[in-house]
């Protein structure tokens, strides 16, 4: 099973293709080229990270980003199979706060993987190239991998 991960923004949306084991790809891309990636990408599972209301007003960029979530799941093979992911659920999940931070998220799953998890072109980790909003979107996947397999949760 695979999961095609995405952290969906205004313009560009971080996205990991996710196999339990390891990265298979990633990378941060235009909305327009995720959308077209969602509608034709092998992967079992789409997910994507959610936003949620905290009662505090917001601005047109969340709406765009909603915007967006929208066309993704719409755009999937199985719309209604798509999973949405709220960020306060990654964050309890991987670091047991909801206070965690990006560079507590990606620490986690560094130390999820091991030493070696990036590794080096010649010798490339499981999470070789995760870059940028990618690590967003990893955190989603495996949140989302964990919950489907059970996986004991990362403290």
């Known amino acids: 099973m695979s999961i095609l991960a995405i952290d969906p923004g205004t313009t560009q949306s971080g996205w990991c293709w996710f196999d339990g084991r390891g990265v298979r790809d990633s990378g941060v891309f235009d909305n327009p ?18 936003i949620a209301s905290y009662g505090m007003p917001v601005g047109r960029e969340v709406f765009e980003t909603c915007m967006w979530i929208g066309r993704y799941v719409q755009a999937w093979r199985a719309p209604d199979a798509a999973m949405l992911v709220y960020r306060r659920d990654v964050k309890l999940h991987l670091c047991g706060s909801a206070r965690a931070k990006d560079p507590h998220i990606r620490q986690a799953l560094l ?15 499981p999470l070789y190239g995760v870059r940028s909003h990618a690590w967003a979107a990893l955190a989603v996947a495996v949140t989302v991998w964990d919950g489907i397999h059970g996986a004991a949760k990362a403290a």
């Open 33 to 50: 080229e995720i959308l077209q990636m969602a509608a034709a990408h092998p992967a079992d599972l789409l997910a994507l990270e959610m």
């Open 111 to 125: 130390d999820r993987f091991g030493p070696d998890a990036i590794g080096k072109k010649a010798a490339p980790g």
